[in-house]
């Protein structure tokens, strides 16, 4: 009976623990001698699982649209020309660089041809005696057609306007004008029956040359001209001063 007893507590025992191994609820004699119901229970996350969720943060990233980055996000970052696209734009440098410098060499091969060309004129410029004739002075005028017109101009090495082409003539035979063509205006005595000669002047004072007769003048008339004799193209007052 004994031995009966002994291993039907055993038993009994085994079942027990058992019972709290797997979680389902076992009946244990608490110390008072009533029964009381005590339950364990154990749940684990499959494996699979945490992988899972692992692969999904390092893939995936979710921030507040009003985040700060710290002033990285406004940086600029330059961007990179290929190979191609920088041989293509030094190609084209070089090739903008050659027409300037052939331009450039075209510009001082036509000035180097104006000078020549001014310098020649001057050069078959001959001294003719200040007598103090009309004549002279016209055919000591005649001698620089070709010079060009520049604005203030006073030598024939650089060029004339109209009071400093008539000045530069009359000084070689001794006679002093002023500067501008108003100012020459004043000066002479004034004809109406014009000579050789004669200083002719607009009646405003705006332009002023040399009469050569049979209705003709020499003088520098304007920008992109030359000295030159043309027709008495307006009416003028006369002015002799030789």
């Not at 119901?37 to 494996?47: I, K, Q, W």
């Not at 020499?218 to 000295?227: E, L």
Request: with cysteine.
């Amino acid at each position: 009976m004994k031995k009966t007893r002994k291993y039907v507590s055993m038993m009994a025992a085994a079942t027990i623990c058992g019972m709290l191994s797997i979680g389902i609820p076992a009946v244990a004699q608490a110390s008072d001698g009533s029964e009381a119901a005590v339950t364990s229970s154990r749940s684990f996350t499959p494996g699979s699982k945490v992988r899972a969720d692992l692969l999904t943060e390092s893939t995936a990233t979710t921030v507040e649209k009003d985040s700060s980055w710290g002033g990285i996000e406004s940086l600029n970052v330059p961007a990179t020309k290929s190979p191609a696209e920088k041989d293509a734009e030094a190609k084209a440098q070089q090739a903008q660089e050659q027409a300037q410098a052939a331009a450039s060499r075209h510009q001082s091969s036509q000035q180097v041809s104006r000078s020549a060309a001014r310098s020649s004129t001057v050069s078959t410029i001959t001294e003719v005696p200040a007598t103090g004739r009309g004549a002279d002075v016209v055919n000591y005028a005649l001698q620089f057609q070709g010079v060009p017109y520049v604005f203030g101009g006073t030598d024939p090495a650089t060029g004339f306007d109209c009071s400093g082409f008539t000045q530069y003539v009359f000084a070689h035979f001794g006679i002093g004008l002023p500067r501008t063509a108003d100012a020459q205006r004043s000066v002479g005595v004034p004809v109406t029956d014009p000579a050789p000669g004669d200083l002719i002047v607009t009646p405003e004072g705006s332009h002023v040359g040399i009469y050569v007769g049979g209705g003709r003048m020499i003088h520098a008339p304007d920008v992109g001209r030359t000295v030159t004799v043309e027709k008495l193209y307006r009416a003028f007052e006369y002015r002799r001063l030789v």
